[in-house]
């Protein structure tokens, strides 16, 4: 049995931690905070952070293919360059929505940026029912929208033989599975894979390691699980000490460590005096599973 060890690496007190990202190129984890319209890069080996500040809640940030970053920002995708702190519009969505704003993304093994959408919290959980759709921008630049009626889009990856898309709408507290064309980034065929426990709370985050294992970080749940997708079993359940934990990655050497991203919104102070480390970046070791290195934006 390997043994676990949970540290936080940074406290840095996000208001909503998420999407945290591995970029190997540069050792650092890339992360946002949502509400707090910031995205931080922390450099594992010299521990210190940057940061870049955008006009707009940003929800999530990917690597882009030989150039900066790719970002979602309010309803629009956007290109980041770090080095002059600047955002690019590629494009926008839920125009007719002036309340919507992204919410999870990442990128599919083809290159296309897949994010969904939501409509704007007034508390954590809290917000007008189906408002949200799915999309993704496509290396060429155009966007394609897979559904709507979608409360809080969130986690998305994919199966390592790139046929099964997973997804999660937060509301729904279940994991869902679609068929997935590589070739065109279509999705069809959409079934549950794991309905949440009552005491998991919220899915939030999600990312797959190389058993083809699920990851979900669980909202009020203080959790990451791991899910087997064939049989619908849960696998095994790691406890955090916050419990507004919102995602998770795979990062560090060979993808051996697992990052998670918290929240500190919604916490009354009693919880925030509990729970000093809410809103810092999480780094867990000995899980004895590795993940893969996230694909970058091929546009
Ligand atoms: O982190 C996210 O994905 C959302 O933007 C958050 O607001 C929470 O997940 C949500 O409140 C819980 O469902
Ligand atoms: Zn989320």
Redesign the pocket.
């Known amino acids: 049995m390997s043994s676990i060890k949970i540290e936080c690496v940074l406290r840095e007190n996000c208001r909503?931690g998420?999407s945290p990202v591995w970029e190997e190129a540069a050792n650092s984890l890339l992360f946002v905070d949502?509400p707090a319209k910031k995205v931080c890069r922390w450099d594992s080996l010299s521990k210190s952070v940057q940061h870049m500040t955008v006009d707009a809640p940003i929800?999530s940030v990917a690597l882009r293919q030989g150039r900066g970053y790719v970002a979602t920002i309010g309803t629009k995708f956007c290109a980041l360059n770090w080095e002059n702190q600047s955002a690019v519009a590629l494009a926008t969505v839920d125009k007719d929505k002036k309340n919507n704003r992204f919410?999870?993304g990442k990128v599919d093994p083809a290159g296309r940026y897949f994010a969904g959408t939501?409509a704007e919290?007034t508390a954590?959980?809290v917000l007008e029912r189906h408002q949200g759709s799915l999309y993704s921008l496509f290396p060429d630049g155009h966007v394609e929208k897979y559904f709507d009626q979608v409360d809080?889009s969130?986690g998305l990856d994919w199966s390592l033989d790139h046929k099964i898309f997973y997804y999660i709408d937060?509301l729904s507290y279940s994991v869902d599975a679609f068929d997935y064309d590589l070739q065109t980034g279509k999705i069809s065929n959409r079934r549950s894979v794991y309905k949440l426990e009552k005491e998991e709370q919220?899915p939030?985050?999600m990312c797959i390691d190389t058993e083809g294992k699920l990851w979900v970080a669980c909202?009020n749940g203080g959790r990451v699980i791991r899910l087997d997708p064939e049989t619908g079993k849960r696998l095994q359940t790691v406890k955090l000490p916050v419990d507004k934990t919102?995602?998770c990655c795979f990062g560090g050497k060979d993808y051996s460590e697992m990052y998670v991203t918290c929240?500190r919104d919604g916490m009354d102070p009693e919880s925030l005096l509990k729970q000093p480390e809410a809103g810092g970046i999480f780094k867990i070791t000995g899980l004895g599973v590795k993940g893969i290195p996230p694909y970058p934006y091929a546009g």
């Open positions: 909503c998420e949502i929800s919410n999870d939501m919290e954590p959980a809080i969130n937060s919220i939030d985050g909202y919102t995602s929240a």
